[in-house]
């Protein structure tokens, strides 16, 4: 800017007094003055005794300790593209040599052509307002830059107090208000003085006198539009510039706006605008600023012709590319801890609008692109099924969460059709809905607390559809007590019927429901519910995990988000990382804020998360998945998922690189997926592999572009086979403590024993038990107890029933007894061949007299 260092004409008491006197006087004569209000003359006259310094009143807080609104930003992870900005009041505060010299002269010029040589409140401004005040209809003020600088803050301050009685104070029209206005204004550049010197150096641009520090804070506080406040964003909105690069024309117009910023609106008013920037232009020219040449030229220009209009984009709704994504973080800061501490100046809401934070987020905007294309392909967003797709993607070594997308249109009122305010991806306290029930995509949770129990993935299960009873299933934490099942329970399944033994592979792979809740069967329901979270496994609602059998089909609703994070725990080989939105907060000073930390913590051993890849892998190689197969052959793992009724229907899945998960259902009731028709196509039912399959593998062919094709580690032979281990010896234990015993050694006790005759052990005691030595973990150890009662057939022997074989719960050595020569039992064949063969007789259990290795 063109400034010397400028001899500052004194302001002394006989001079401001004068003037106050004489403005008073004639504003009395114009009736100016509220009725009843009076010039405080003793306490101005008391002060002349002791000195012209008196005048100057000390600085309340309010002044000295100035912080100003400014807006907030949300990026992606590379910090360049802005997502959507958030603001109070839309305000970038900047320093004075960023601020372009044209709109320093020119605000000066319009508003206080005496700035650079007053002290805060111009005598002369003073007396000729009060004489235009007095002879013409015109009323101008008489406020220097300093003290609308002083008047702003004093309101700003009130703003943000929320204190009524000082907000009153701030807007009141009194004469008191203005003197003290006056007297803070002459304190105020006393103090800069003080601070920054008087000799403004004219090859600085920067503040380095206490005028500059001045004009610095004015430029951004004043108000220059609809909630514009700053000449930088002003010049971003009006010029889609930044105030540096302004000229004298742009400067005009912006320093036109300040006196009525919704009078002369460039946008709205733009012939008002432009008379308001020609007056401007006029008083520039005046000062030597322009030449007439340069007058004529700017003044002849419509303001249409010079705007570049580039509103904010304010809030999520601007955020065009991933506005839940921009949503959920700005959950995260208004309720995280880390944006909340106790004691702090600003909760996290007051930070996001006024604490001037850019915001760098985890989020890959080629990914998030890729994600919306694959949704938007599968499912418009106004499709008149009314049914929605969400879709998450995490960095499995990280949890960062590169794509938070879904196929309906943000928009917080929820009016316009296809729209929504709710964010499917997340669990309601973030801003999203009940959840949705995850189906079979829960089964690599049952399938890992299966593998950590010892079982392998090779031993055969039973696939076939049959009815539990309430007392089968086991769930150590509850009370002794309580009815697990709560009746009986007999389930189907939904993706194909292969009710046969098979592989736990293979029931993985094919999705069996009936064997996999067999599976649950022989677990710890407890266990179950520990994976679970363990595995980073929530309801999205908030509330405890039920402890039920039908846990075991994933019947308890969860959010995508959830879902994603399970499969980022096997995809990181066991290390599950919390799920991270925030990279990086820095404040209007560039000082780094603290953000939620990333949370990486082995939860399973590497062994098992690679017994569930190499599962989730035959998913996709030959099972239920097989529409998920990646391009050019890159190996993933995955799992479909459909619910009870077909109503939610998912695919999970990852390489060892990325992680994602989509859902797709009706998100406001639970509509059976039948007979149903979806982008013009019509289904008969709906599975996982129907269309969220297809869609993610749409999203991973182009998300993974560029990444390196990794594969998965191999399982060992302990998860495929498993390992035998010892089994203890319940021999005359009771069936409580033998339960007890096994469980510890982790084995299960069968429910219900079979009973054999003895004299040997009192009543109860367990006398056999199948295997003995070495079992599988997890095996059931089946046994038998003792009774004191001799069995019916002793006496009464059964038609059809072979003589030469002894019945199960015979007790002696050789068959038949020596005592059945003499007195048989009724209904005892004549001839009978002696024989120590196994028994086949009796109840058909084929476990014998529990002495055996099987």
Not at 258 to 267: C, F, I, L
């Amino acid at each position: 800017m063109a400034r010397s260092a400028r001899p500052r004409t004194k302001v002394t008491f006989v001079q401001l007094l004068t003037a106050l006197a004489l403005f008073v006087a004639l504003s009395i004569m114009g009736g100016f003055l509220v009725a009843g209000i009076a010039l405080p003359a003793v306490t101005v006259a008391g002060s002349a005794t002791s000195g012209s310094a008196e005048l100057f009143e000390d600085l309340p807080q309010e002044l000295s300790d100035v912080r100003l609104p400014q807006q907030s930003n949300i990026y992606d992870r590379t910090g360049e593209h802005l997502l959507a900005t958030f603001y109070s009041q839309n305000r970038v505060v900047v320093p004075l040599e960023d601020i372009s010299v044209w709109l320093q002269r020119a605000v000066v010029s319009i508003e206080d052509k005496r700035f650079w040589l007053h002290h805060g409140v111009d005598g002369e401004g003073l007396l000729r307002a009060a004489y235009v005040n007095l002879t013409s209809s015109s009323s101008p003020g008489a406020s220097t830059l300093t003290q609308q600088l002083v008047k702003n803050t004093l309101l700003q301050k009130a703003e943000e107090s929320g204190d009524d009685d000082a907000l009153a104070a701030a807007t009141e029209v009194s004469l008191s208000r203005k003197i003290r206005e006056w007297r803070l204004a002459l304190a105020f550049e006393e103090n800069v003085d003080s601070e920054y010197g008087t000799d403004c150096t004219e090859a600085d641009p920067a503040v380095d006198c206490g005028k500059e520090q001045v004009l610095e804070q004015y430029l951004n506080i004043a108000q220059f539009g609809r909630n514009t406040y700053g000449a930088e964003a002003a010049a971003e909105l009006y010029f889609s510039k930044t105030a540096k690069n302004l000229n004298a024309l742009e400067a005009a117009t912006i320093a036109g706006i300040t006196q009525n910023p919704s009078k002369w609106d460039p946008v709205r008013y733009p012939e008002n605008s432009k008379a308001r920037r020609d007056t401007v232009l006029f008083t520039m020219y005046e000062q030597d600023f322009i030449s007439e040449a340069e007058f004529d030229e700017y003044t002849s220009i419509p303001i249409e012709d010079t705007l570049r209009i580039s509103n904010p984009k304010f809030s999520c709704v601007a955020a065009e590319d991933a506005p839940f994504f921009c949503d959920y973080v700005t959950k995260i800061i208004k309720a995280d801890d880390v944006f909340n501490q106790e004691g702090a100046e600003l909760s996290g809401a007051e930070l996001l609008y006024r604490g001037g934070l850019d915001v760098v987020t985890t989020l890959d905007l080629d990914k998030q692109k890729a994600a919306n294309a694959a949704l938007q392909e599968a499912l418009p967003a106004d499709d008149p099924s009314g049914w929605a797709m969400a879709l998450v993607s995490l960095d499995p070594k990280t949890g960062e969460i590169l794509a938070m997308a879904q196929n309906k249109t943000f928009d917080p009122s929820a009016e316009e059709e296809g729209s929504t305010a709710i964010n499917y991806a997340v669990d309601r306290e973030w801003g999203g809905s009940r959840g949705f029930s995850p189906g079979s995509t829960f089964k690599p949770v049952i399938l890992t607390e299966w593998l950590t129990e010892g079982h392998p993935l090779m031993q055969k299960v039973d696939g076939r559809q049959q009815e539990y009873q309430p007392e089968s299933w086991e769930a150590t934490c509850l009370p002794d007590n309580w009815n697990v099942g709560g009746g009986t329970w007999k389930p189907g399944n939904v993706e194909g019927a292969r009710s046969y033994q098979q592989t736990v592979l293979d029931a993985t792979a094919n999705s069996v429901n009936t064997a996999y809740v067999n599976m649950a069967n022989k677990l710890d329901l407890c266990g179950v519910r520990d994976t679970a979270a363990n595995l980073g496994f929530e309801r999205a609602d908030g509330a405890e995990y039920e402890i039920v059998p039908s846990m075991a089909l994933g019947t308890q609703n969860a959010s995508p988000l959830t879902m994603a994070q399970v499969a980022q725990v096997f995809a990181n080989q066991g290390v599950r990382c919390d799920p991270l939105a925030i990279l990086s907060v820095t404040d209007s000073d560039g000082n780094s804020l603290d953000v939620p930390s990333q949370n990486c913590n082995r939860v399973i051993d590497k062994e098992i998360a690679d017994g569930v890849a190499y599962a989730m892998q035959e998913v996709i190689k030959r099972g239920s998945g097989v529409s998920a197969q990646l391009a050019d052959g890159r190996v993933a793992a995955g799992k479909t998922g459909t619910s009870q009724l077909n109503a939610h229907l998912w695919f999970m899945g990852y390489t060892p690189n990325l992680v994602a998960t989509v859902w797709l259902g009706n998100p406001n009731v639970d509509e059976p997926g039948r007979n149903i028709r979806l982008n013009g196509k019509f289904y008969q039912v709906l599975y996982g592999s129907s269309l969220s399959a297809p869609t993610w593998k749409a999203y991973m062919d182009v998300a993974l572009e560029g990444m390196p094709v990794e594969g998965f580690d191999d399982p060992t032979d302990n998860i495929l086979y498993g390992t035998p281990v010892q089994v203890p010896s319940i021999i005359g234990l009771s069936v409580d403590d033998a339960r007890d015993t096994v469980r510890a050694a982790g084995f299960r006790l069968n429910d219900g024993g079979s009973r054999q005759y003895s004299t040997q052990y009192s009543p109860g005691t367990i006398i056999g038990q199948s295997p003995r030595g070495t079992a599988l973990p997890g095996s059931t150890i089946y046994y038998t107890v003792a009774t004191d009662k001799i069995p019916d057939w002793y006496y009464n022997w059964p038609e059809g029933w072979d003589p030469s074989v002894a019945p199960d719960d015979w007790w002696g050595g050789s068959w038949p007894p020596a005592e059945f020569e003499s007195n048989p039992p009724s209904g005892w064949p004549t001839t009978t061949e002696p024989s120590p063969a196994p028994s086949n007789n009796g109840n058909g259990n084929g476990r014998g007299n529990g002495n055996g290795n099987d």
